[in-house]
């Protein structure tokens, strides 16, 4: 079996290669330290497991795993990250990767477990994140159960700094709708003006502090009103 980690940190990337060499039975282990040189790895050969950073330079973790998982849906893939947030869980359980590490609780003996889960095909979802898909199901009024794709999409992109013009540009709107849709979010969140709405959004990871990171492609993917 073949397997890929792929980490901008190179102590962290080290010490998961050892282990996926040394511990399980993988006979062949390859690394890269960001999105676009593991995407062009992959495209060159293919693995059986990944294990990846999802805040990586160049291409983020998460665009990652859906190219891959895009022509190799069979590929067990186990994402890490210092990000734990209703957003980022939300968007991992929803793209095909298999398993879940938050990097604060990341011990030995967590990535022992997560490693036999995932290699075999089994989920696997670290304590901080199973608290968070916990509570995603029990609350009726969580911002993603009452906010549409598109009026999460103008959400992040007016927190990104992008004024009605440029977003509806990136969206393929009119600038008209995108204010429609920014009066229809802070009504639903009750929030009275821009400032809150911005600070709503880093505060449930809908936006990352660390530049360059854009996990739904909006750029890419216009939709249909």
């Given at each position: 079996?073949?397997?890929?980690?792929?980490?901008?940190?190179?102590?962290?990337?080290?010490?998961?290669?050892?282990?996926?060499?040394?511990?399980?039975?993988?006979?062949?282990?390859?690394?890269?330290?960001?999105?676009?040189?593991?995407?062009?790895?992959?495209?060159?050969?293919?693995?059986?497991?990944?294990?990846?950073?999802?805040?990586?330079?160049?291409?983020d973790?998460?665009?990652?795993?859906?190219?891959?998982?895009?022509?190799?849906?069979?590929?067990?893939?186990?994402?890490?990250?210092?990000?734990?947030?209703?957003?980022?869980?939300?968007e991992?359980?929803?793209?095909?990767?298999?398993?879940?590490?938050?990097?604060?609780?990341?011990?030995?003996?967590?990535?022992f477990?997560?490693?036999?889960?995932?290699?075999?095909?089994?989920?696997?979802?670290?304590?901080?994140?199973?608290?968070?898909?916990?509570?995603?199901?029990?609350?009726?009024?969580?911002?993603?159960?009452?906010?549409?794709?598109?009026?999460?999409?103008?959400?992040?992109?007016?927190?990104?700094?992008?004024?009605?013009?440029?977003?509806?540009?990136?969206?393929?709107?009119?600038?008209?709708?995108?204010?429609?849709?920014?009066?229809?979010?802070?009504?639903?969140?009750?929030?009275?003006?821009?400032?809150?709405?911005?600070?709503?959004?880093?505060?449930?990871?809908?936006?990352?502090?660390?530049?360059?990171?854009?996990?739904?492609?909006?750029?890419?993917?216009?939709?249909?009103?």
């Open positions: 079996m073949k397997a890929l980690i792929v980490e901008d940190e190179e102590l962290v990337r080290e010490l998961l290669a050892s282990v996926v060499s040394k511990e399980f039975e993988f006979s062949y282990v390859k690394e890269a330290s960001d999105g676009e040189s593991a995407w062009k790895q992959f495209q060159k050969e293919k693995f059986d497991f990944i294990v990846l950073d999802l805040m990586l330079p160049k291409l973790g998460l665009s990652l795993a859906r190219r891959i998982l895009k022509v190799a849906p069979d590929v067990r893939i186990l994402a890490l990250s210092s990000e734990c947030d209703d957003y980022t869980i939300r991992v359980t929803r793209s095909g990767i298999l398993g879940f590490v938050h990097k604060q609780e990341m011990s030995l003996e967590i990535i477990s997560a490693f036999n889960d995932v290699s075999a095909g089994e989920i696997y979802y670290s304590a901080n994140a199973q608290k968070l898909i916990a509570g995603m199901w029990q609350d009726p009024d969580a911002y993603y159960k009452i906010m549409s794709d598109r009026e999460l999409q103008v959400l992040r992109l007016i927190a990104q700094g992008h004024d009605h013009v440029s977003a509806g540009e990136l969206l393929g709107i009119s600038e008209f709708t995108v204010r429609r849709h920014k009066h229809n979010v802070m009504k639903r969140l009750n929030v009275s003006d821009e400032a809150s709405l911005v600070r709503f959004a880093f505060e449930k990871g809908v936006v990352k502090s660390k530049g360059g990171l854009d996990w739904t492609a909006v750029s890419h993917k216009k939709q249909s009103l």
